[in-house]
């Protein structure tokens, strides 16, 4: 279970101050895979680090009694001086997980030969996509956080992370940020909607859905002073 405590966040983006998250209270029920929707720029993904802990709220709180996992295939805490498997050892010690089966299972989900032993800077995008999702697949949690993870690698790879996350959404929960419905329709049991700060919570999926349609079709309005 994932508790949100009047959670605020605001800041300010030239000169205008912008909230996120206007003192919002919601429950995702353990196990509950939850669609995230909103117009782009909502703030979905600042929402979903302020649930993963990277990102700090302005007021209020986040409460869970599981692990949560950081945004599936985030890489922004990769050290670019260390190489793929010094970094992937890092993240082991952080989580308390054995570092020997993380670093050969990452070895073997990324593919990335004797990179993974060169220094991170050094990786292209792509690599650079592989490594984070193997870490973000190596570690079990109760819920993962998605943002976006079909953007992640090429196509053949992108099947394979799928196939692998399908896997893990057998025994965990999941709040998915996602502009394909399919992809929306296919992994999510409940939705949230973000518009103005403020979080609707729909047990059923497609009334989630209907609700973030009709705010697509009125014209965005910038809430700020």
Sequence with gaps: MIRLENLTKAYRL??????????VNAVFPTGASVALLGRNGAGKSTLLRMIAGTVSPTAGRVLSNG??????????????ELTGAQNVRFV?????VD??????YVADFAELGQHY???FSSYSSGMRSRLAMGTSMGIHFDTYLVDEVTSVGDANFRVK???VFSDRMANSGAIV??????MIRSMCTMGAVLEHGHLTVFDDLE???????AILRVPKVVVGD
Aim: proline content about 6%; hydrophobic content about 35%.
């Design 14 to 23: 030239k000169g205008r101050r912008t909230l996120v998250a206007d003192n």
């Design 67 to 80: 692990t949560i996992s950081w945004p599936v295939g985030f890489m922004g805490s990769f050290h670019g």
């Design 92 to 96: 082991a010690r952080i989580y308390g």
């Design 99 to 104: 570092t020997d089966e993380l670093v050969d």
């Design 117 to 119: 032993h060169q220094p």
């Design 161 to 163: 992370s799928q196939r």
């Design 177 to 182: 940020v996602s502009h394909s419905m399919p």
């Design 207 to 213: 009334e989630a859905i209907a609700h973030h349609e």
